[in-house]
């Protein structure tokens, strides 16, 4: 009796374990998600992480606490715990940005464009400026009919030395984006740079505002779609890469079998080749 009472003391420890152990999961995730504004993975029929880049994209500089911001100090780890954790199948990114800064932005699209997993990205609302390049770093981009995307050249807040150099400088910026953009998409450099210097659309700026289907015509996304359509390209594509794996394993298996037959046949000839002349001389 006494035993019993103790297996049952004891299941119940583990089940009470177990049962906080959950809450403290959730309660990290929570955390997570409030912290980062994402989801570390989701738990449909892949393991997709959900990566939101909001608002103004953060550099070096923290944005005045009235605006919402996307800190790429928090995204960049996560960027690499989505290529190193084996659990982690895709990446979805949700796009609602104004820009920001150049250089983080940048940054965070060539981080995602060297993501060997499938990747995703979908426009919502706006993917502005230097959110240009990070709606376009993943494999696969998205647009809905009612976002907007502003094309302009690069600004500067802050004192400028008004010389050659500083014009020269910002040149160069604008071709690392444009090189950028025209590499990750359809678009070409030269037609990206006419959209760029565009001065019959806005009144106050010089550029252009393409809608979802003008992003897709010009070849900047690649589909227009929703949440729905992202995640089922992302399920194919994942799909897809397990069966061409499974597919290279297996012929990496017959290989290595038809290589240890042909050596086992070499070595019974070299047998019956060797034992043929030793009989003769007798």
Avoid at 41 to 47: E, I, L, V
Avoid at 160 to 171: A, D, H, L, N, R
């Amino acid at each position: 009796m006494a035993e019993y009472d103790l297996k049952n003391h004891r299941q119940e420890q583990a089940e009470e374990a177990a049962q906080d152990s959950e809450v403290e999961r959730e309660r990290l995730e929570k955390d997570f998600i409030l912290e980062t504004g994402s989801i570390p993975k989701t738990r449909g029929r892949h393991a997709i992480h959900c990566l939101t880049v909001i608002g103004q994209i953060e550099g070096h500089v923290a944005a005045p606490v009235s605006q919402k911001a996307t800190r790429y100090e928090h995204v960049i780890p996560q960027l690499v715990a989505v290529q190193e954790d084996p659990e982690i199948e895709g990446l979805l990114i949700l796009l609602n940005t104004v820009g920001g800064d150049v250089e983080a932005g940048l940054a965070l699209a060539e981080l995602i464009a060297g993501v060997s997993k499938p990747t995703a990205s979908l426009v919502l609302g706006g993917g502005h400026s230097i959110g240009i390049p990070l709606a376009v770093s993943a494999k696969r981009s998205f647009i809905v009919p009612t976002a907007t995307m502003t094309i302009h050249p690069v600004r500067h807040s802050g004192m400028m030395i008004g010389v050659p150099q500083t014009m020269s400088y910002f040149e160069r910026m604008q071709q690392r984006i444009t090189g950028f953009v025209a590499a990750h998409s359809g678009i070409r450099e030269e037609r990206f740079t006419e959209l760029m210097m565009n001065t019959g659309e806005m009144v106050m700026d010089v550029g252009s505002v393409l809608d979802g289907k003008m992003a897709v015509d010009e070849g900047l996304i690649d589909e227009l779609g929703s949440l729905d359509s992202a995640l089922r390209w992302l399920y194919a594509e994942i799909e897809r890469q397990g069966t061409a794996q499974n597919a290279g394993q297996s012929a990496k298996r017959g290989a290595r079998r038809s290589t240890g037959q042909n050596t086992a046949k070499k070595t019974q000839r070299g047998g019956v080749e060797k034992s043929g002349p030793s009989r003769k001389k007798k």
